[in-house]
Protein backbone atom coordinates (compact mmCIF):
# COMPACT_ATOMS: atom_id res chain seq x y z
CA UNK A 1 0.00 0.00 0.00
CA UNK A 2 1.17 3.55 -1.28
CA UNK A 3 -0.04 6.89 1.17
CA UNK A 4 -0.48 9.47 -1.21
CA UNK A 5 -2.03 12.03 1.34
CA UNK A 6 -0.20 13.32 4.42
CA UNK A 7 -1.41 10.73 6.99
CA UNK A 8 -3.07 12.13 10.11
CA UNK A 9 -2.01 9.76 13.08
CA UNK A 10 -4.21 9.65 16.32
CA UNK A 11 -2.93 8.50 19.32
CA UNK A 12 -6.26 6.58 19.30
CA UNK A 13 -4.84 4.61 16.17
CA UNK A 14 -1.39 3.50 17.02
CA UNK A 15 -2.69 1.90 20.30
CA UNK A 16 -5.16 -0.45 17.83
CA UNK A 17 -2.69 -1.18 15.53
CA UNK A 18 -0.58 -4.69 16.60
CA UNK A 19 3.46 -4.44 16.86
CA UNK A 20 3.54 -5.73 13.47
CA UNK A 21 0.85 -3.82 11.97
CA UNK A 22 2.96 -0.44 13.34
CA UNK A 23 5.77 -1.60 12.07
CA UNK A 24 4.55 -2.64 8.63
CA UNK A 25 2.77 0.74 8.62
CA UNK A 26 5.76 2.21 9.70
CA UNK A 27 7.60 0.44 6.57
CA UNK A 28 5.00 1.93 4.35
CA UNK A 29 5.17 5.51 5.25
CA UNK A 30 8.69 5.76 4.94
CA UNK A 31 8.93 3.74 1.86
CA UNK A 32 6.47 6.67 0.94
CA UNK A 33 8.63 9.62 2.06
CA UNK A 34 6.86 10.48 5.38
CA UNK A 35 9.70 9.73 7.47
CA UNK A 36 8.46 11.93 10.47
CA UNK A 37 5.53 9.95 10.92
CA UNK A 38 6.92 7.01 10.49
CA UNK A 39 9.03 7.65 13.20
CA UNK A 40 6.17 8.17 15.45
CA UNK A 41 4.80 4.84 14.49
CA UNK A 42 8.36 2.98 14.53
CA UNK A 43 8.58 4.30 18.40
CA UNK A 44 5.88 2.17 19.52
CA UNK A 45 7.26 -0.80 17.89
CA UNK A 46 10.52 -0.47 19.87
CA UNK A 47 8.67 0.21 22.99
CA UNK A 48 7.11 -3.17 22.95
CA UNK A 49 9.93 -4.83 21.38
CA UNK A 50 13.39 -3.40 22.30
CA UNK A 51 15.81 -6.09 21.25
CA UNK A 52 14.21 -6.48 17.47
CA UNK A 53 16.70 -5.39 14.90
CA UNK A 54 14.47 -4.80 12.39
CA UNK A 55 12.77 -2.44 13.85
CA UNK A 56 15.85 -0.56 14.63
CA UNK A 57 16.77 -0.39 11.03
CA UNK A 58 13.82 0.77 9.89
CA UNK A 59 13.33 3.92 12.66
CA UNK A 60 17.29 4.96 12.40
CA UNK A 61 16.38 4.90 8.06
CA UNK A 62 13.43 7.20 9.49
CA UNK A 63 15.44 9.51 11.58
CA UNK A 64 18.39 9.49 8.81
CA UNK A 65 15.38 10.38 6.17
CA UNK A 66 14.32 12.94 7.98
CA UNK A 67 17.45 14.50 8.92
CA UNK A 68 17.47 13.83 12.73
CA UNK A 69 20.90 12.68 12.70
CA UNK A 70 21.80 12.32 16.54
CA UNK A 71 18.49 10.23 16.36
CA UNK A 72 20.12 7.53 13.46
CA UNK A 73 23.19 7.75 14.81
CA UNK A 74 21.82 6.24 17.79
CA UNK A 75 19.45 3.91 16.39
CA UNK A 76 22.17 2.63 14.07
CA UNK A 77 24.20 2.62 17.26
CA UNK A 78 22.07 -0.04 18.79
CA UNK A 79 21.80 -1.71 15.81
CA UNK A 80 25.25 -2.42 15.64
CA UNK A 81 24.51 -4.08 19.02
CA UNK A 82 22.32 -5.78 18.04
CA UNK A 83 23.93 -7.28 14.88
CA UNK A 84 27.57 -6.64 15.16
CA UNK A 85 28.33 -8.47 11.94
CA UNK A 86 25.98 -6.82 10.12
CA UNK A 87 28.18 -4.58 7.24
CA UNK A 88 25.19 -3.04 6.14
CA UNK A 89 24.74 -1.49 9.56
CA UNK A 90 28.45 -0.51 10.24
CA UNK A 91 27.97 1.35 6.60
CA UNK A 92 24.82 2.99 7.52
CA UNK A 93 26.08 4.28 11.57
CA UNK A 94 29.18 5.67 9.56
CA UNK A 95 27.43 7.30 7.02
CA UNK A 96 25.04 9.28 9.44
CA UNK A 97 28.16 10.02 11.71
CA UNK A 98 29.46 11.40 8.13
CA UNK A 99 26.67 13.43 7.74
CA UNK A 100 27.35 15.23 10.82
CA UNK A 101 30.99 15.99 9.66
CA UNK A 102 32.19 13.59 11.91
CA UNK A 103 34.24 11.55 9.15
CA UNK A 104 37.04 10.32 11.27
CA UNK A 105 34.59 8.28 13.53
CA UNK A 106 32.27 7.56 10.65
CA UNK A 107 35.51 6.02 8.76
CA UNK A 108 35.77 3.35 11.49
CA UNK A 109 32.56 2.19 10.57
CA UNK A 110 33.22 2.22 6.95
CA UNK A 111 36.70 0.54 7.15
CA UNK A 112 34.55 -2.42 9.30
CA UNK A 113 31.82 -2.73 6.64
CA UNK A 114 34.58 -2.77 4.29
CA UNK A 115 36.48 -5.98 5.73
CA UNK A 116 33.30 -7.07 5.96
CA UNK A 117 33.01 -7.02 2.18
CA UNK A 118 30.16 -4.43 2.19
CA UNK A 119 30.04 -2.24 -0.92
CA UNK A 120 33.41 -0.60 -2.24
CA UNK A 121 31.93 2.93 -1.64
CA UNK A 122 32.91 2.24 1.86
CA UNK A 123 36.52 1.17 1.22
CA UNK A 124 36.27 5.11 -0.89
CA UNK A 125 34.94 6.61 1.94
CA UNK A 126 37.72 5.14 4.62
CA UNK A 127 40.16 6.77 1.46
CA UNK A 128 38.62 9.83 1.42
CA UNK A 129 39.39 10.40 5.13
CA UNK A 130 43.17 9.27 4.88
CA UNK A 131 44.41 11.28 2.81
CA UNK A 132 47.36 12.34 3.23
CA UNK A 133 48.32 15.85 4.14
CA UNK A 134 44.74 16.99 4.89
Do not use: C
Request: charged fraction near 25%.
Amino acid sequence: MTVYMKPTITEAYLESLSTLEAFRYGEELLDSRFPREAVRVLATVIDVEPGNAAAWELIGRAHFAAAHLEAAENAFRRLVELEPTSAWAHTALGLSLDRQSRHAEGAVFHRLAAAMGSDPRDTMRVQLVDRPGE
